[in-house]
């Protein structure tokens, strides 16, 4: 009897086939035809095959990339044992035959269309590469065009795929505007700098106000430690000696911004100010914190009308220590913005309606000892900042000797030795001269119309900087063309190590025609990874891979989790450790393991607290050795990640698993049935995550399918929706047994109450029968192969290094590549050397 998981294979591949052109089993090989009749055919022929998979009809015409794919899912059907799923039926001498002799044609097949037509297509930038080439090109590192263009697709998760990275007319206008805002900008605006504002704030002038929602507790003037009645303020209004005391983080509605001060130009603004880390404690006094209090700056419209509420965090994390210092932050405004202060990690009072009545505020209880905060002494604003030099450097890229004044005594000249000189910083590799002189005409052209000499240089730059030329970037394929094809290494090995084009040093190299040597491509890639572009890769490589762009979505339901409540501190710290953590896999090498297990974590001051550690000093990200019965360390259990698999409100098994098995496994489940519904979690607590998973996996073909995946998502259980060690589940009915009841006050200054349910059982039993206990167990079975962890990291990193997901001419390359980092445990630097070294990455001549 077949399996269920056998039928939905079936099933699946007769919708695939579906439209495939037919030919009879005699074109296949002698040696498959032969296996393929005495294994398949008595279930797989004709009319009434099984799962409507008529083998019989099946084009083996694997030139056809469609009718290849298909042999390719039957492939590895078979090679993992799901087809035909009794081990009597092809004994396992027979299974090797066929999956040899499958192999060896779709190989042949696959590398023929590689050399024919190439890896991969050709690869558009996506719209944050496109910033960044514009950000180097035009030295404009404060560039902000993303948003003006459409937001790239996505495929295999990811959005530099090739395939996904089309070009429409709505896509090209969008280029022309947003190179159009980034030349302008580039453009000196007159004959000198834009005058600096300076600005300086002491006594009330520090807050907008002389009071802010929360009540007194969130913010009050102090002199001498003590809290200044608001009725004595007129007459110390600009005493120095006054201090502002903010105890609360920043939250609509909060008027936490200097009082009168509003940027008039867009730019770079520094900001100076004096400040201590205190205490408050009963009458509002003032004494010195134990530990230092984070905070940031944000940029947002001063309270009115017309504010949208957007807000953005700018100038980075500083830690305000107990002891009175200066401090300088570097903030960037756009025009008729402000900045407000922005501490991290505190109550965040909220209105509340007690009994009908109007809108009040109640600031939570303090902790033992003292409500932390920040009391500021003094601040100073300068800004916009100006260029080293002026014209800035963006004007000369542009225009090289020419002034704002644009004189210019011979255009046409001039614009030919301009446009080169353009061309020349711009482009990653030589231009033609013929597609030189169409550029070149449209700037004649537009000057013999009469436009401005700079408007008609404009016009020329900007059609090339949408063109083919800088839009888009070419497989490394053919030695024999030279200094083009090293061009072409160069902008791969850039974009995929700092997501940007190379830098001077990687085109000079690439100039010499030294980028398929071995040990000079090795140095390079080794001097990308320690560079400051590398954190553009960790970025937005985890961005997708993990989901981290996505770690926002859901809030946590406050009804459950009132503890997380307002916590961006607590996000943002999540989000940083999981970047370090994977910086730290690349830059010290390590091992593979560590996605799954590692005796160490990334933490500051609040993931100590979340993950239950010794107290940490600070915001800023540590490696702390973890005692040997924590369950955390590794990507597996980091809190980000069990965020991104929550929705929130509760955790599930299956999708925790499934996403686990996908993204860190590189074993997808295949897509439930679209008549399955999802398990819809029980807020009251009535139900356990057992009774509803037996519930959804009652059908014989669901269940041999979660099997897969459910296991490594049961393991994951005694993690909340944040990641948070849990021991019991959490309810919000009160009225069931004996439960017990958990109430008192949020950050919000808002009551709670919520029960505790059953306790969380973390254990289970794989596929293969071996039993686990708890997530340590579950460490330790999926440490065990590091190969597959190694295995489909270095897919991951192909993908995103060169558009192209792993073909199936590329496998035995990769297995290769972790034979070569197998004896020293698949450290991810060397898989990185391996793929950058390899036929995939470098063409079909490889290093020399």
């Known amino acids: 009897m077949s399996s269920p998981l056998y039928s939905w294979f079936n099933g699946a591949c007769l919708l695939l086939l579906l439209c495939v052109p037919t030919s009879t089993v005699a074109d296949i090989p002698e040696p498959l035809d032969n296996l393929i009749r005495q294994t398949c055919l008595d279930c797989h022929d004709g009319a009434a095959a099984e799962g409507g998979l008529d083998l019989a009809s099946l084009a083996f015409t694997l030139d056809d990339r469609e009718l290849r794919h298909r042999w390719i899912l039957i492939h590895d059907r078979v090679s993992a044992g799901e087809m035909p799923p009794d081990p009597q039926v092809l004994p396992d001498p027979d299974r090797q035959m066929l999956l040899k002799a499958l192999n060896d044609a779709i190989t042949k097949a696959d590398r023929a269309d590689v050399i024919a037509s190439g890896r991969g297509r050709l690869r558009r930038l996506t719209r944050e590469e496109y910033e960044q080439n514009l950000r180097d090109v035009l030295k404009l590192p404060l560039l902000d065009i993303r948003d003006m263009l459409p937001e790239d697709r996505e495929a295999h998760r990811f959005n530099k795929t090739a395939a996904a990275l089309d070009t429409s007319r709505v896509q090209l206008a969008a280029y022309l505007d947003a190179s159009d805002a980034a030349l302008r900008q580039a453009v000196a605006g007159g004959p000198e700098p834009p005058p600096a504002t300076e600005y300086r704030a002491v006594g009330t002038q520090l807050f907008s106000a002389t009071s802010t929602f929360g009540e007194r507790e969130a913010m009050f003037f102090a002199k001498d430690n003590k809290g200044v009645d608001t009725t004595e303020l007129d007459n110390l209004k600009d005493d120095p000696a006054l201090e502002l005391a903010l105890f609360r983080s920043a939250h609509w509605p909060y008027f936490g911004y200097p009082r009168g001060f509003v940027a008039r130009l867009p730019g770079e603004y520094r900001v100076r100010f004096s400040a201590r880390a205190v205490l408050q404690t009963e009458g509002y006094q003032l004494k010195p914190a134990t530990d230092p209090v984070p905070m940031t700056f944000r940029a947002r419209k001063p309270s009115g009308p017309d504010v949208s509420g957007d807000v953005r965090a700018t100038g980075g994390i500083i830690d305000i220590q107990p002891e009175p210092g200066v401090y300088e932050a570097t903030i960037r405004l756009l025009p008729t913005e402000t900045f407000e202060y922005s501490l991290l990690g505190l109550p965040v009072p909220l209105a509340r309606n007690v009994n009908g009545g109007p809108p009040t505020y109640r600031y939570p209880p303090f902790p033992d000892g003292g409500q932390p905060g920040v009391a500021f002494q003094w601040l100073e604003v300068e800004g916009p900042l100006p260029p080293e030099s002026w014209p800035p450097p963006s004007h000369r890229v542009l225009f090289d000797d020419f002034g704002a004044d644009f004189q210019s005594t011979n255009p046409q000249e001039d614009s030919r030795r301009l446009l080169r000189r353009f061309v020349e910083i711009a482009a990653r590799e030589r231009v033609p001269e013929e597609a030189l002189l169409r550029f070149e005409q449209l700037i004649l052209k537009r ?402």
């Open 447 to 848: 000057l013999e119309q009469g436009s401005p000499f700079p408007e008609a240089m404009l016009a020329g730059y900007k059609a090339f900087l949408c063109s083919s030329h800088f839009l888009y970037l070419r497989e490394p394929s053919d030695p024999a063309t030279g200094n083009l094809d090293q061009y072409a290494i160069a902008s791969r090995l850039s974009h995929f190590l700092m997501n940007t084009r190379p830098d001077p040093a990687l085109m000079e190299l690439a100039g010499a025609g030294k980028l398929r040597d071995a040990d000079t491509l090795r140095r390079e890639t080794d001097r990308l990874i320690n560079s400051s572009g590398f954190d553009r890769f960790v970025e937005n490589f985890t961005d997708y891979w993990l989901d981290l762009r996505n770690i926002r979505r859901d809030e946590p339901d406050i009804r459950l989790h009132p503890e997380y409540r307002f916590d961006d501190y607590l996000i943002e710290s999540m989000e940083r450790e999981t970047r370090a953590f994977f910086t730290a896999m690349i830059r010290e090498n390590l091992p593979a393991s560590v996605l799954v297990d590692a005796d160490f974590v990334y933490a500051n001051d609040r993931l100590a607290r979340h993950y239950g550690l010794k107290p940490l000093s600070g915001s800023q990200m540590q490696n702390v050795v973890l005692p040997g019965d924590s369950p955390y360390g590794g990507l597996l259990t980091q809190a980000a990640i069990m965020k991104v698999t929550a929705n929130g409100t509760s955790t599930s098994p299956v999708i925790r698993g499934a996403w686990i098995m996908e993204r860190l496994i590189g074993q997808p489940p295949p897509p439930p049935p679209k008549s399955v519904p999802a398990v819809e979690p029980d807020i009251r607590g009535a139900k356990t995550i057992r009774e509803l998973l037996s519930l959804h996996t009652e059908s014989e073909s669901c269940a041999s399918c979660h099997a897969r995946f459910d296991p490594v998502g049961l393991a994951l259980e005694n993690f909340d929706v944040l990641g948070g060690w849990r021991t019991r589940y959490r309810g919000i009915e009160q009225n069931l047994g004996q439960r017990e009841s958990v109430t008192g006050i949020d950050r919000a200054g808002h009551d709670f109450a919520y029960t505790l349910a059953e306790s969380v059982d973390a254990s289970g039993q794989l596929l293969d029968g071996r039993r686990f206990r708890d997530i340590h167990d579950m460490k330790t079975v999926l440490a065990s192969n590091p190969r597959l962890l190694a295995c489909n990291l270095l897919h991951q990193l192909t993908l995103y290094a060169t558009g192209t997901p792993v073909r199936f001419s590329d496998r035995s390359e990769i297995e290769s590549m972790l034979d070569a980092c197998e004896s020293d445990g698949y450290r991810v630097r060397d898989l990185i050397h391996s793929l950058v070294q390899s036929r995939i990455f470098l063409g079909q001549e490889g290093c020399r």
